[in-house]
């Protein structure tokens, strides 16, 4: 008598998830005047941001993402110095959080913008602040 034996193999494919549009167009900024351990100045975001969102990464001179924790008054080359008290995304997702700027305390001021996490950066739909100046997005 003969015994016929059927080997199965199990394949497990594994897919990265698919990256939102904004994860692959954006706009850089290399900019080493927005560290949050540069010195003050009177630059400000009015000039570069618009009242819509708009896409944006930092890269190289400028650090990589805006800073979570409040900076000093008058750093990252700005008087109103804007740091992220929000929520980071987990990957492939979007989150809204809230940019305070310091003045006369961590969160004299303070807009929404939308972070998006794409894996290995994250990419930041910024506007500009509208009720202080100059003010502008310190990073790390």
Do not use: H
């Amino acid at each position: 008598m003969t015994s016929l034996y059927l080997a199965t193999t199990t394949t497990t494919i594994t897919t990265a998830a698919i990256l939102p549009t904004q994860c692959s167009l954006y706009t850089s900024i290399n900019d080493a005047t927005r560290l949050a351990t540069a010195g003050g100045g009177s630059a400000t975001d009015q000039s570069l941001f618009s009242s819509t969102y708009t896409w944006y990464r930092f890269i190289g001179g400028s650090g990589t993402q805006i800073v979570t924790s409040a900076p000093n008054y008058n750093q990252c080359g700005t008087y109103y110095s804007g740091w992220y008290a929000g929520t980071m995304p987990t990957y492939g997702n979007t989150l809204s959080g809230t940019v305070c700027y310091v003045f006369t305390n961590i969160c004299s001021y303070s807009n929404m913008i939308l972070v998006t996490n794409c894996g290995s950066y994250y990419v930041y739909g910024l506007i500009y602040l509208t009720t202080a100046s100059p003010a502008r997005y310190c990073t790390a």
